[in-house]
């Protein structure tokens, strides 16, 4: 009887041991990961501010045509008096409200009529060329359309952001609900599942990472389509910002905002990302 207690007890030795030499390995592997990820941000920043040097010491120098190009110091000097003045907030307020608007707008109908098309077979085969034509042609064509139908104003800027957006969603959300196991879909209507429990019970939780990842693309198509619009209709906006600075050949001005452009984008992608995490994890 003492022999197979001490088997035992060496059997549980060893797989403490095993534990510990896995613990082990998992802590130097997520060790590697936080230094790589150290040195990453760290080169990140090396290079971002050696760029941003370079680029003021060739503009105080006069290496470059500073009426055209600028340098950091004079965009970030010419930023922050308009942000003291009250004017910049207005147009980043407006230029986000409509982007988050579009984005919004875009990413739920392009899901839902990706679900339409879905739902009717016969639906898909009659648009499937007019949705290819759509994708193909250039958006920018639309906008005096949007004009002429909708006014001058936001729903034109909006419209210009959906023209974007809806139609990738689709594209993008459809294949991935055409891609689902089939064999998943026959286990459903094997148990007397109809088309509707398919779709609630498969198709879209087996898609939703797609549609979810989606939303980080249609992030910078609606800031595109946001900055189109308000190049042809907007009294307001870093897209009227922009063109105000080409007209006035104020291009400190223009570099400025495609600045706060990029600061802006990135924010939103960035929370995008983290609310993918998020809903990712949670399904």
């Known amino acids: 009887m003492p022999k197979p207690k001490e088997d035992e007890a060496d059997r549980i030795g060893t797989g403490k041991g095993d534990m510990d030499i896995a613990e082990l390995e998992y802590a130097v592997h997520m060790r590697r990961r936080r230094r790589m990820r150290v040195l990453v941000l760290l080169t990140q920043l090396l290079l971002l501010t050696g760029a ?19 340098y950091p110091s004079k965009i970030v000097g010419l930023l922050w008096e308009n942000l003291q003045e009250g004017e910049l907030l207005i147009h980043i307020g407006v230029t986000i409200t409509e982007t988050v608007l579009g984005f919004i707008l875009g990413t739920l109908c392009g899901t839902c009529f990706a679900a339409l098309i879905w739902w009717s077979p016969f639906l898909a085969r009659v648009l499937d060329p007019f949705i290819v034509v759509l994708n193909s042609m250039p958006k920018v064509a639309l906008g005096p359309i949007f004009i002429v139908a909708i006014g001058p104003g936001l729903g034109a800027v909006i419209a210009m952001a959906l023209a974007i957006t809806v139609i ?9 609900f055409k891609e689902v196991d ?12 109809g088309r509707s429990t398919v779709f609630r019970r498969v198709i879209l939780p087996a898609s939703f990472p797609t549609i979810v990842s989606t939303l980080k693309v249609n992030v910078g198509l609606a800031w595109v389509g946001v900055i189109v619009g308000e190049f042809l209709v907007a009294k307001e906006g870093l897209g009227y910002l922009i063109i105000y600075g080409f007209q006035v050949f ?30 990712v994890r949670r399904q």
């Open 52 to 70: 941003v040097g370079l680029w003021e010491y060739a503009g105080r120098n006069k290496w470059i045509d500073v009426l055209l190009f600028s």
């Open 250 to 279: 104020n291009f400190t001005l223009v570099i400025g905002s495609l600045f706060v452009i990029a600061i802006a984008a990135t924010l939103m992608y960035q929370a995008v990302a983290y609310m993918e995490n998020k809903l």
């Open 168 to 176: 990738i969603t689709t594209i993008v959300v459809y294949s991935s």
């Open 182 to 193: 089939a064999n998943y879909v026959k286990v459903v209507r094997l148990f007397g599942g």
